[in-house]
């Protein structure tokens, strides 16, 4: 817009696959670092094996390949804070939220206490948040 | 000797691993390689097939890929050999012919 003041829209990455496999996980990373560099309202959701992108302690010396499991832990810089994983999906796979990195943000408009970025949600909510996007992109 | 089958894909993306456990011969080998290791991990939906098959296949799945996907050995299915790259290798060249299940 012509006085800076942009659209915001409502993203939502879906991410599915796991990672190293193929290279679809860390081709969204760096898509949803562009997108929050244009403000808009970003919420991320890992279900399926997109579960796997989330896990702790990856270590990637033996295959070769970079480790980007860390950057997840900085999307809270990005202000990026709705980070939604499926827990129908964690429980088919006998994981548990204790399995993945605990993700947070600083919240600005509280002092900067550090908050929770990670939230499990079964089907039923996560049908709803996927509904409430103006626009969904699929990875 | 035996057939080694490799499988790289997740359980839960294809089906290559049911596949692999239907048709592979009794006495022959399973390596379960990049998002296929998540094919040897407990407490998950295939996990009884694959643990139901071992009484007839033997089981390895590539350390490397497990750790990067921060799996971690304590939940690899009970009877599944951990093994490297050289093991891999070892594998190929004591069975006589490889199979890819893509």
């Not at chain 1, 990672?19 to 959701?45: H, K, W």
């Not at chain 1, 810089?77 to 006998?94: A, C």
């Not at chain 2, 290791?37 to 939906?45: E, L, S």
Request: with cysteine.
């Amino acid at each position: 817009m012509e006085d800076g003041e942009g659209i915001i829209k409502k993203f939502c990455y879906m991410n599915r696959k796991a990672p190293y496999g193929t290279i679809y996980a860390l081709e969204s990373l760096e898509v949803v670092l562009i997108a929050a560099a244009f403000d808009q309202d970003i919420s991320l959701v890992f279900a399926d094996d997109g579960v796997y992108q989330l896990t702790k302690n990856q270590e990637t010396d033996g295959i070769g390949m970079k480790n980007f499991s860390k950057t997840y832990s900085a999307l809270g810089d990005y202000d990026i804070k709705k980070i939604y994983v499926e827990k129908e999906s964690l429980e088919e796979r006998g994981l548990s939220v204790d399995d993945l990195q605990a993700l947070k943000y600083e919240d600005e408009d509280d002092d900067w206490v550090e908050k929770d970025s990670l939230f499990v949600v079964g089907s039923e909510e996560l049908t709803k948040i996927i509904n409430e996007q103006d626009v969904v992109l699929s990875f | 000797m035996s057939a080694l089958h490799i499988v790289n894909k997740s359980p839960f993306e294809r089906n290559s691993l049911d596949s692999c456990l239907r048709l592979a011969a009794k006495g022959s080998a399973v390596l379960l390689f990049e998002d296929g290791v998540i094919g040897a991990m407990k407490n998950t939906k295939h996990s009884d097939a694959v643990a139901k098959a071992m009484s007839d296949i033997s089981f390895y799945a590539l350390g490397p890929d497990i750790k990067a996907r921060g799996l971690n050995d304590g939940n690899i299915i009970d009877g599944i050999n951990v093994i490297d790259y050289d093991g891999f290798v070892d594998l190929t060249t004591e069975h006589n012919t490889v199979q890819s299940w893509l």
